[in-house]
């Protein structure tokens, strides 16, 4: 069994506490990389790329567990590639 990395593109809920949504999102999904993107009029969106085993539904259960982060508004799987 190989591994992936899971690009995401974590929206947040609002721009108020967005330092402490990337450190929650970091820890919580075991991050390997967090980087931040402009998207208009001030927001951001988090791009967290975590490592992940190429199990079926893997990404799947990686975009479920951020969803569930508190303060996470919107979550988009950007990229799934083959390491």
Not at 14 to 26: A, D, P, Y
Not at 45 to 54: E, L, R
Not at 63 to 79: C, P
Request: glycine share 8%; proline share 1%.
């Amino acid at each position: 069994m190989g591994e992936v990395a899971v690009k995401l593109k974590i929206y947040p809920e609002g721009m108020e506490e967005f330092e402490e949504l990337k450190v929650k999102v970091k820890t919580e999904l075991n991050a390997n990389k967090i980087e931040e993107e402009e998207i208009a009029f001030g927001m951001k969106a988090i791009i967290a790329t975590v490592i992940v085993g190429d199990s079926a539904g893997g990404s799947d259960a990686l975009e479920e567990k951020a969803s569930k982060i508190a303060g996470v508004s919107q979550v988009q799987v950007e990229s799934v590639d083959r390491l």
